[in-house]
């Protein structure tokens, strides 16, 4: 079995950074000035998913960054939500004038909805056990 060996990258110079959130998911994103080129957990990624591309997509600055995502808990779904959330609050720290249509198409909202707890004398959070007549 052959282990692939991946070089980690160190992006350098000044950027702009920022924190998105979703469900367990953390995401922190810095932008560089660069030629579009994305790096997660400090190794180039070469095809992003449109839910991670679309607010750069959206306000036309697709190749005009280097983008550097640590990311950490939840699953794929949530992480790339959260990464979503991180580039546009990222963005508008690098002009804030893109604000309002990343508001408007819904970026820049933290989505709230968590796991709900496990409460006591039921199995999941609503599951209650098998109710028998008899």
Do not use: C
């Not at 790096?39 to 991670?52: D, E, F, G, H, R």
């Amino acid at each position: 079995m052959n282990k692939e060996v991946v070089e980690k990258v160190k992006l350098s110079g000044k950027y702009f950074e920022a924190v998105g959130r979703r469900k367990r998911a953390v995401a922190r994103v810095r932008l560089y000035t660069g030629k579009g080129q994305f790096y997660k957990n400090n190794q180039l990624v070469s095809a992003v998913s449109s839910t991670i591309n679309s607010p750069l997509i959206l306000v036309g600055l697709v190749d005009k960054f280097d983008i550097s995502i640590k990311v950490v808990g939840g699953g794929i779904k949530s992480q790339e939500e959260a990464v979503r959330h991180a580039l546009s609050r990222a963005l508008v720290k690098f002009d804030e004038t893109l604000k309002p249509s990343l508001r408007k198409a819904g970026f820049m909202t933290r989505d709230p909805r968590e796991k709900e707890r496990k409460k006591p004398g039921l199995k999941r959070a609503r599951r209650a056990p098998q109710w028998q007549k008899r």
